[in-house]
DNA sequence: GGAGTTTTGTGACTTTTGTCATAGTATAAA
DNA sequence: TTTATACTATGACAAAAGTCACAAAACTCC
């Protein structure tokens, strides 16, 4: 509770984190676990504590795609327009580490809008940053090689944990990149043939001049 | 003055209709006219009444994106959070065609906000909007072969110009989707052969089995 | 009508990415 | 320990996209 106001304090007026902590739900989720799924109906919005979420979503034909990272302060935009007019969950969020969060009941979400200043930017400032990180990863795909689009991926997946060391399997990287297994091992070799990683099983590490 | 009544009174408040005819300013366009240019300062944002807006985007290395079109009763979100926030634009907004619009003085889209119901509406939803189209072209780009993506475009084109004839020479189409001339000219003959559409100089007419 | 510009068409070639097949290696399970 | 499973490596090939070079056609402007 202290702990949610040091973090909260710095942008959000003091009657607005009292009502958060009066009315949110604080929820804790493990690594791996799933915080929205597909077509649920989402009865909240996600403030986070700690930790990190991926955001991931769905096309038409079932290919998956990662949108975003959440951290630490920061909030889902597309659960906050699926919570306004109660649709089902168009995306999947999962605990990419340990995460505690507060989750906002859907009526407070309006009415805070009008009544506190700083929840009203908060949530456009929200709505920016998705939008802008969007905008990044089309902008990659659009014009960078794979090469390049996977190095930026690490670097962000690093930033993101904290960690050098990357616990994922070249699978995995594939699928969110949306390309083939055998394309992330082949690029990843050649990384590692130019000293800027370390490939073991379920295991990147970054070097220092990655 | 009674066009915008009958355009807005489905999805907004008669009163609120009233403050944008009073505060707004109406301004028209004509095809290729440049409504919002890189690094100006943002001091309106636009609520389209009729015709097509083409908004683009320059990332770091100064290629031009294409983030979405605007028609009519459409809003642009990035417009608003650069309003709101006072910031240079991060965007480049161009007339498809004629285009007539209302100015909304960025000091009313906050006031409005917590004043009209139907305002906050309007505004998440072309947020979630733009959103959506955003993910729709993410998706294109990661998932779809050129080929697909060049029939996405034109039909696109189509749809919103409301033309079968659409006037873009090949390099232009090319730039706005991020590949080369040749690689264009080249998908496009192939189209021209399967009887999908003719060629003409500046002017490619989409036939009925597009 | 001729000079210059813009647009389009095309062949030849390269790079990038995707796919298939197949083998080896680490890990878990029985 | 054996067996099954998941993960990684790699050669060979195919497909997609990008690049270069050059020519022809269409249009503009004197």
Request: proline residues 1%.
């Amino acid at each position: 509770m202290e702990n949610l106001k040091e973090k909260l304090k710095n942008f959000l007026e003091a009657k607005l984190i009292e009502e958060i902590a009066r009315e949110g739900k604080f929820m804790s989720f493990k690594e791996g676990d799933v915080i929205i799924d597909y077509n649920k109906n989402i009865k909240f919005m996600p403030l986070i504590l700690s930790g990190t979420i991926r955001v991931m979503r769905k096309d038409e034909e079932d290919r998956e795609i990662l949108l975003y990272y959440l951290s630490s302060n920061e909030s889902c935009a597309m659960a906050y327009t699926c919570c306004m007019e109660a649709r089902k969950s168009e995306i999947k969020a999962i605990a990419e580490d340990n995460v505690t969060l507060v989750a906002i009941p859907h009526e407070k979400l309006d009415e805070w809008l009008t009544k506190y200043p700083s929840w009203k930017s908060y949530i456009f400032n929200s709505f920016t940053q998705r939008f802008n990180e969007l905008l990044r990863s089309l902008e990659s795909i659009a014009f960078h090689k794979l090469d390049q689009r996977l190095i930026k991926y690490l670097k962000n997946k690093a930033k993101v944990t904290g960690k050098k060391a990357i616990q994922l399997s070249h699978n995995q990287i594939a699928e969110e990149m949306g390309t083939s297994r055998v394309v992330i091992s082949r690029l990843l070799k050649q990384l590692e043939n130019e000293k800027k990683l370390i490939l073991y099983r379920n295991e990147i590490k970054l070097l220092s001049d990655f």
